[in-house]
């Protein structure tokens, strides 16, 4: 984990902070709101250019923790999401469609850092990354549709122009730009991952904090009158963490996962694709601020999270997961 990454959190609240000052300055909020997209589609190439698209396969190797993450992420999460929300944010329509946004796209990222931090399995945490990326692609139309289409104005053309703008574009650009590289640096291909790679995360976070100044700039006076609104988000919020956790843990034990695979399906179903949502909310609904509002909060929340959570799989490590798994294994095969 390199600097910027272990002070995201901080880097995102100053970026809180500085747009709440800047909103307070005339013609400020005009000038930010026209800045969100370019910061964030530049992030996003960023992320997606860091992404071994190439990893479908090597994900075969363990089609049951592959198979369990991508239900959890795909199957049980939206409809936790919409279950939250109804228990929560019923009377905060936007802020729920902005909750459904976040929880039901998986992270692409920095979730590696965590499943490292954690001692789970990077690779087969990595050779999850191509099919959250392409899942959520295909699958946040229809999740908004099936939950949402009823409560906002979502007209299909304007969802699905956001989703090629922010997603497909960015993707695409990545795609070019790593098969470029890899083409004309030949034999010297490792230079990609020695020199570009390690570049693109400090590109990525910088660029998200300033999409979040920008964000937290263009709609200050909105934040300012509800304050309230940022405490009511994150009780979902929480809710969600502590259930999915429970969970991960609970199907770890029933499917007889070891320590590593556990840990490794925890930060995948646990950690979320904020701006990545927060992208596509900005062009989607750009009379609805709060949905845009309830992404920019998501950051704040995950990463401290996502270190708990780290913290409590390591203990649970201590305390003998590996072991037992490992001695039931040994029976089953016996």
Do not use: K
């Not at 930010?32 to 860091?50: G, I, R």
């Not at 708990?308 to 037992?324: D, P």
């Amino acid at each position: 984990m390199n600097v910027l990454e272990r002070f995201q959190p901080v880097l995102v609240m100053a970026g809180v902070g500085a747009g709440l000052v800047a909103a307070q300055v005339s013609g400020v909020a005009a000038l930010a709101d026209a800045l969100v997209l370019p910061f964030l589609m530049v992030m996003l190439f960023a992320a997606f250019t860091a992404i071994p698209l190439g990893g479908f396969r090597h994900a075969l190797r363990n089609r049951r923790v592959v198979g369990t993450s991508l239900g959890i992420n795909f199957v049980w999460n939206p409809l936790l999401a919409v279950v939250l929300g109804a228990v929560f944010l019923r009377d905060q329509p936007a802020l729920w469609i902005g909750l459904l946004m976040l929880l039901v796209t998986p992270c692409t990222d920095w979730y590696l850092v965590f499943t490292d931090i954690a001692n789970g399995d990077v690779p087969l945490a990595t050779s999850l990354l191509p099919y959250n990326l392409v899942l959520q692609l295909l699958l946040l139309p229809v999740y908004l549709y099936a939950f949402a289409g009823t409560t906002v104005d979502l007209p299909l053309d304007v969802l699905l122009e956001s989703i090629v703008l922010v997603l497909v574009v960015p993707l695409a650009f990545a795609v070019i730009v790593r098969r470029g590289v890899r083409r004309f640096t030949g034999s010297r291909s490792r230079w990609f991952e020695r020199r570009v790679l390690p570049a693109l995360g400090p590109i990525q976070i910088v660029f998200l904090a300033l999409a979040v100044a920008a964000m937290f700039a263009s709609q200050g006076a909105v934040i300012v009158e509800r304050p309230d609104l940022l405490a009511l988000l994150a009780l979902p919020v929480l809710a969600f963490y502590a259930i999915n956790f429970l969970v991960g843990l609970a199907v770890g034990r029933l499917l007889e996962f070891s320590y590593e695979e556990v840990a490794c399906l925890e930060c995948t179903i646990l950690s979320r694709n904020s701006p990545t949502a927060l992208a596509i909310a900005v062009v989607a609904f750009p009379n609805e601020p709060l949905i845009a509002l309830a992404l920019v909060i998501g950051p704040l929340l995950e990463l401290p999270l996502l270190s708990v959570v780290s913290a409590l799989l390591r203990r649970i490590q201590r305390r003998g997961w590996g072991a037992a798994s490992d001695g039931r294994r040994a029976r089953l095969e016996g």
